[in-house]
């Protein structure tokens, strides 16, 4: 049979009407620019650990004929021990977007609603769209260090999904544990605990997996494991909800070589904690960097600094850095239009931007 010749003046849409009304995800860019000091889409200024460069050289490519193992199981259990759960509460993502992508596939449509935060990670909206499911968004106080209103189980209502960014995007501040604790045992629905930031943090909610059969926590290796590159992250929740995730998921989200590479960073703790170690105090001597330079900044427990200029204009701070090759993120928009989301980098890259800063500020 012929197919109807393209034209786009007759074009019909065979798409659903929620696909031609989606806007897409809007990631991060990444310039192809020389001499770049990139601080734009958090991740680790540092390299992976070297384990993982040895996994990599002692893989065997032959094998790669093969299907892999379609459930992680080695690096599931890798996982598992190194969060002090059972091998079945665990399930492995094709980066942590893909776990959200499962969460969002499990428990919204239509008729069931997803509660956010705002602001927070901009990529929940496109996955609840895909489902067409309405979004309730919960305001933070901006004037509060982007604090959790006090009524959020109220605002929450109806929400069949909860997703709590901990510590949040692109703020970059946390939120008392307690109060996670309260709203995990009271919430009608699944908490989702977002926690790509968390080993940059104070503290975590992974042990909340035991206390409560409605929660998930979610971690990626793209950051504090240096590992953007590769596409990893993991959920951990209650076996039944994890049995859930497993019929949902692609059948083989895991390829060969990230499986492998995987549990070799996920093994390496010790290289972790070096490592997180070290952005955290290149973290703390940047905020100090900032604030002479008159920024306001929100407390982080991030890998990021979400902070505002003397006069209050993201977007010129913005485009000045870039004419001078260096890259923040910026979210055009009523309160983040304000600030700049910027990723702690190295000494040398941290300089650079505070020198490039220096010229506008001082
Ligand atoms: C970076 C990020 C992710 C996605 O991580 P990937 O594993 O790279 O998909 C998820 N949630 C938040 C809040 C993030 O900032």
Redesign the pocket.
Known sequence: MLRKKVDMKEYKSYFRSSVDALAGYAPGEQPKMLDLVKLNT?ENPFPPSPAVLGALESFDATLLRRYPDPMADSLCSAIAEVNQVTRNMVVAGN???DILTMTFRAFTAPDKPVAILDPT?SLYPVLAAMQEAPVIKIKLDENNNFAMPEDILEQAKGANLLII?RPN?PTGNSFPKENIRKIASEFDGILFI?E?YADFADDNCMDMVHEFSNVIVSR????SLAL?GLRF?YAVANPVIIDGLNKLKDSYNMDMITQKLAEAAVRDQEYLQTTVAKVKSLRTELATELKKLNFELVDTQANFIFAAPPDGDGEKAFRFLRDHAVIVRYFPGGVTGKYLRITVGTAAQNQRLIEVLKKLYQ
Do not use: L, P
Not at 220 to 223: A, F, G, P
């Open positions: 958090n980066g942590s977007d990670y960014t995007a977002d790509a990626t290796s793209s950051k953007a992250g």
